[in-house]
């Protein structure tokens, strides 16, 4: 998270700066536990929230938002607030740590709707799973352990995939699970990953931040504000002709929860405007509304550490309109 840039692109952002500090303090957990990984998380994690202005900034922003639609959540975008956010960031890069390396006990994962998933295996059928920045994505390891046969391809951006395996040593995580760079979608990607939703494997991608190029984004409301949001994971789903599932995995009292759920059967993009705008912007909206409501389950586990919006709290004069407690 660099405080210093200009660009409010999400890719500007050096979420893997944590590197030399996360390092260390995956060595004194190994070493000593989890409660004195804490204990030396405090500082670590209070240099960055000090320094790091325009994620600070961010992060208080998308609190006080939330906190604005789900009054229930009793939520001021406070520093306090923030400075928990982003000690649960930092617990959340360990957990990655700990799944890619296989040290996930499945026991401690609860994934009520694995039925679904399980279904799709014995039809042979491939899906895309639609995920975002909420917790840790990479439960999915957990996902894949559950039977052996269960595949899953994770499109990543290539930067930031880069510095993460240099934090894990190079480790590609397991032979049922594998990490696609893709910056952009080509004739020879697109073929590549028809072949493996037709094969019944699983393609994970992330719905809640823009392409690098910061082409092929749609407008949607969040938080009763509107964001831009990328068209990639619709258009793609509509080329492979694939039923779409959102999956979402974070920490609850203790504990990881999986959360499976039906987005589309099946997604037909329309080639004609404005009937491809509509549907793209439905789409969005439909992804958007799943989003806000695991924020609203786990506030502290959405992790977009950069201007989400577009606009700064002190410039912003109208506030989103309350959902109480709507479902």
């Known amino acids: 998270m660099n405080p210093s840039t200009s660009n409010h692109h999400w890719a500007s952002f050096e979420e893997t700066s944590f590197i030399w500090g996360i390092r260390i303090l995956l060595w004194v957990y190994r070493v000593f536990g989890r409660w004195v990984f804490r204990i030396f998380l405090w500082p670590v994690v ?9 994620a600070r900034n961010a992060s208080r922003d998308y609190l006080q938002r939330l906190g604005d639609y789900f009054p229930e959540l009793a939520l001021s975008g406070s520093w306090w607030q923030s400075y928990r956010h982003f000690l649960s960031f930092a617990e959340t890069l360990l957990d990655k740590l700990i799944a890619w390396s296989g040290g996930i006990d499945p026991n401690q994962v609860d994934f009520p709707n694995r039925q679904q998933l399980l279904d799709l295996i014995t039809q042979k059928r491939g899906a895309m799973l639609l ?32 510095k993460f395996n240099r934090l894990l040593g190079n480790n590609q995580g397991s032979a049922t699970i594998k990490l696609i760079q893709v910056t952009e979608l080509n004739p020879a990607v697109a073929i590549d990953l028809q ?14 931040r823009v392409p690098v190029d910061g082409n ?62 509509q549907m793209l912007k439905t789409l969005a909206r439909d992804y958007a509304k799943h989003l806000e409501s695991h924020c609203r389950a786990a506030p502290l586990q959405w992790f977009n550490f950069y201007p989400y919006w577009k606009t700064s709290v002190a410039a912003e004069q109208t506030k989103p309109v309350s959902k109480g407690l709507e479902p």
């Open 46 to 54: 209070s240099y960055y929230f000090l320094m790091g202005q325009t």
């Open 131 to 162: 995920s975002g920045h909420i917790g840790n994505l990479e439960l999915c390891q957990a996902i894949a352990t559950m039977r052996g046969h269960i595949h899953l391809n994770i499109l990543v951006h290539t930067r930031h995939a880069e």
């Open 195 to 208: 072949e493996k939703i037709e094969r019944g494997e699983f393609l994970v991608m992330v719905g809640d």
């Open 216 to 277: 092929r984004t749609i407008q949607a409301d969040f938080l009763g504000q509107p964001a831009e949001f990328p068209q990639g994971p619709y258009l793609l789903a509509s080329l492979l002709r694939c039923p779409v599932y959102t999956l979402f995995c974070y920490p609850t009292k203790g504990r990881f929860q999986i959360h499976l759920q039906a987005f589309a059967e099946a997604i037909r993009i329309p080639r004609t405007e404005p009937q491809r705008q």
